[in-house]
Nanobody
Framework: QVQVVESGGGLVQAGGSLRLSCVTS????????MGWFRQAPGKEREFVAA????????LYADSVKGRFTISRDNAKNTVYLQMNSLKPEDTAVYYC??????????????????WGQGTQVTVSS
């Protein structure tokens, strides 16, 4: 069992920035990849970004490319999501997820094994 805990959400004005953190109970070097997803009210959960075990490869949704940056610090078992130039449409609950087995970056929620409880991000206009 791997525990995943997100933090860093909050209320920010459009154009502002937030940094989300995700700490895992397992050594992140034992995890193939980590991903961030989000879910707005009445919408399905959608992929945001993913990072490989080494941190050398990343994958982003088109909607956040150029504004969000995912990174990981394996020494701290932590993954980060730096969110800049936030827009009201970025408002959602953000979830961190760990993929233990699939050796590739994936935007598919079904390929992630463990999920956090989510952290709310609200962007006001």
């Amino acid at each position: 069992q791997v525990q995943v805990v997100e933090s860093g959400g909050g209320l920010v004005q459009a154009g502002g920035s937030l940094r989300l953190s995700c700490v895992t109970s397992a050594r992140t070097r034992s995890i193939q990849s980590m991903g961030w997803f989000r879910q707005a009210p009445g919408k399905e959960r959608e992929f945001v970004a993913a990072v490989s075990r080494s941190g050398g490869s990343t994958l982003y949704a088109d909607s956040v490319k150029g504004r969000f940056t995912i990174s990981r610090d394996n020494a701290k078992n932590t993954v980060y999501l730096q969110m800049n130039s936030l827009k009201p449409e970025d408002t959602a609950v953000y979830y961190c997820a760990a993929n233990l087995d699939v050796p590739r970056l994936s935007p598919q929620p079904r390929e992630y094994d463990y999920w956090g409880q989510g952290t709310q991000v609200t962007v006001s206009s």
